[in-house]
Nanobody, 123 residues
Framework: VQLVESGGGLVQAGGSLRLSCEVS????????MGWFRQSPGKEREFVAA????????RYADSVKGRFTISRDNAKNTVALQMNSLKLEDTAVYSC?????????????????WGQGTQVTVAS
C-alpha cells in the first residue's frame, strides 16, 4: 500500500489546514488509518486514528476538539482537518495504515507510512 500526504504548509497561529492522505495499491476499507507527527528532536507522536468504516475514532489529548479525522473509502482518501492551530502543532505529519487489530495509538501497530507533509505554525 502506498500513502501520499498533501496539504501541509505555513499558517498563522489560530488558523486552519486540511491534510489529505491518498492511498493506492490496496483497498482502503481494509485498513485502520492514523495520523502521526514528529518535530525535530522529538519522538513521533500519535495524533488521531479512525477505524475501517469510521465508527471508532481516537484523538491525542493535545488535539482533541481542534482536529478532526475522516475518511472516504470510495475515494481512497483520509483527511485531517486542523483548526485553531498552535505553535506546538508544528511538525511533519504522516499518515499510516494498520491492517490488523483495532484503532491504535502505537506507531508500531502501523505497517505502512507516507513520506509526510510539513506543517509550520507561525506566531
Amino acid at each position: 500500500v502506498q500513502l501520499v500526504e498533501s496539504g501541509g504548509g505555513l499558517v498563522q497561529a489560530g488558523g486552519s489546514l486540511r491534510l489529505s492522505c491518498e492511498v493506492s495499491g490496496a483497498t482502503l476499507s481494509d485498513y485502520i488509518m492514523g495520523w502521526f507527527r514528529q518535530s525535530p528532536g522529538k519522538e513521533r507522536e500519535f495524533v488521531a486514528a479512525i477505524s475501517r468504516i469510521g465508527r471508532n475514532i481516537r484523538y491525542a489529548d493535545s488535539v482533541k476538539g481542534r482536529f478532526t479525522i475522516s475518511r472516504d473509502n470510495a475515494k481512497n482518501t483520509v483527511a485531517l482537518q486542523m483548526n485553531s492551530l498552535k505553535l506546538e502543532d508544528t511538525a511533519v505529519y504522516s499518515c499510516a495504515a494498520n491492517y490488523y487489530g483495532s484503532v491504535n495509538h502505537e506507531a508500531s501497530a502501523y505497517c505502512c507510512w507516507g513520506q509526510g507533509t510539513q506543517v509550520t505554525v507561525a506566531s
